[in-house]
């Protein structure tokens, strides 16, 4: 079974930066890597960013200058380095990574923009 491990979640102020991390174990080929986040739980969990294998990114509006997703393959860890936060970034984000076409999630981590 696929296991996704994420770290580097925190409180931060407004401006400020975090750098999110995600580690795949038992996982042969991946074909994309990405995050998401879920607001509130009464909302829908959205894409923040993808990777995908050959290094192509894609960003939601929001994110887009601000967060940067980058992978190392040789780890099968993914990373978001997240700028500039602000107060409606705050959400439980979530790795997720694509194998053989099946989604595979990590537990969340959260995210936490405040003065």
């Known amino acids: 079974q696929v296991q996704l491990v994420e770290s580097g979640g925190g409180l931060v102020q407004p401006g400020g930066s975090l750098r999110l991390s995600c580690a795949a174990s038992r996982i042969f080929i991946i074909n994309r890597m990405g995050w998401y986040r879920r607001q509130a739980p009464e909302k829908q969990r959205e894409l923040v960013a993808?990777?995908?294998?050959?290094?192509?990114?894609n960003y939601a509006d929001s994110v887009k200058g601000r967060f940067t997703i980058s992978r190392d393959n040789a780890k099968n860890t993914v990373y978001l380095q997240m700028n500039s936060l602000k107060p409606e970034d705050t959400a439980l984000y979530y790795c997720n990574v694509i194998q053989y076409g099946v989604n595979y999630w990590g537990q969340g981590t959260q995210v936490t923009v405040a003065s």
């Open positions: 993808t990777i995908a294998s050959g290094g192509s990114t």
